[in-house]
């Protein structure tokens, strides 16, 4: 394949979200979805669109893996890659990916790697569109959910809707217009159509696509996944499936000595010991996944979630309880209800007790879920504070 030596056309992929709200130690970027990470498969998409200069914007100490990702997914056109350091704002990021345009280049596009699963076609109708008008271009969905206005906790009045959108990336602009509104911003801007826009200059909107939304939160995670990895067809080891319900037990131990915060339950316990594992070393949600695996015959925790699959790493309890359920329906079956009956010191259950048990129903699509604690009256490695164990007891049914 012949590749354009000097492209037109320019996309700055921004790397740098700190994966924060998703509960992670790691960059947003560079959390698996299956055996790829985010910033893989956004770029996936990026080099599905037309050929353009790409250049990937990575936190300070990730541009080398952001460098091996934009190559492999780049294939034979990895020769249109490039990777800088990010500054310490989104707006610093982009501007630093601005300085490493190639001079051929005239159209730009901002992306969010965070954006991961953006169709190539949203790429095309903002070059297009860039291309007819000159001005710069967002995509865009309609809101469809109902907006108040409010002050505190009170309501204040109704928003008409249909004056609103939900604006997307990649925000595509003139190179001239996009260097010129970034030298005189003197202000963070929440994204570059707003910056642009407050240099005078005119911003339209395309059409974007439900598969653009930005992977934020726990659930956003879970959503991208489910799309970028779903649930393949599983084959139970118990034959033809009986008619009436099975039960399944299940059990996991992990010591105290992690990093970060504890996690147990489906909670976080600020000022507790974390429990050392792949992911967060939720023994409570790891012995539901063990019980209910073994009720419907799909084997064990290690055979879905294993150290094999990187995306699960640091992963908290909703994102392998929603997998489990997934699993447990393709096989045709649903869940009863779980008890877990948790062994150890601490942290104190019963303050908790009630939003531990939603936090596991709601995973679980809001299937009943009991909890129980007990000390061991100081016996064992649980009565000495040296870890956490949990036994689960799970039901389910026919679907």
Known sequence: MTLTPTPRIAVVVVAGGSGTRLGLDVPKAFVGLDEHTILRHALRCVFAAPAAQVVVVAPAGREGEALTDAREAAGDRSELVSVVTGGTTRQASVAAGLHALWPSVEVVLIHDAARALTPPEVFARVIDAVDRTGWGVVPALPVVDTIKRVDGDRIVEAVDRAQLAAAQTPQGFRRDVLETAYAVA?????????????????????????HGFKITTPADLDRARAIAAPVAPVETGLGPRPSGPRVGVGTDVHA???????????????????????????????????????????????????????????????????????????????????????????????????????ALSAALGGAPVSLSATTTDGLGFTGAGEGVQAFAVALIQPA
Not at 186 to 209: C, F, K, M, N, P
Not at 313 to 322: E, R, S
């Open 256 to 358: 105290f000595g992690g990093e970060g915060a504890l996690w147990l339950a489906g909670l976080e316990w600020p000022g507790e010991p974390a429990l050392s594992g792949h992911s967060d070393g939720d023994a409570v949600a790891h012995a539901i996944v063990d019980a209910l695996l073994s009720a419907a015959g799909l084997g064990d925790i290690g055979t879905h979630f294993g150290t094999s699959r990187p995306e699960f790493a640091g992963a908290h309890a909703d994102a392998f309880l929603a997998r489990t359920r997934a699993l447990l329906g393709e096989a045709g079956w649903s869940i009863a209800n779980v008890a877990v009956q948790i062994q150890s010191n601490r942290p104190k259950l019963a303050p908790r007790r009630a939003e531990a048990e939603a």
């Open 186 to 210: 003197s202000q963070e801007y929440t994204d570059d159509a707003a910056l642009v826009a407050a240099a005078g200059h005119r911003v339209a909107i395309v059409d974007g696509d439900a």
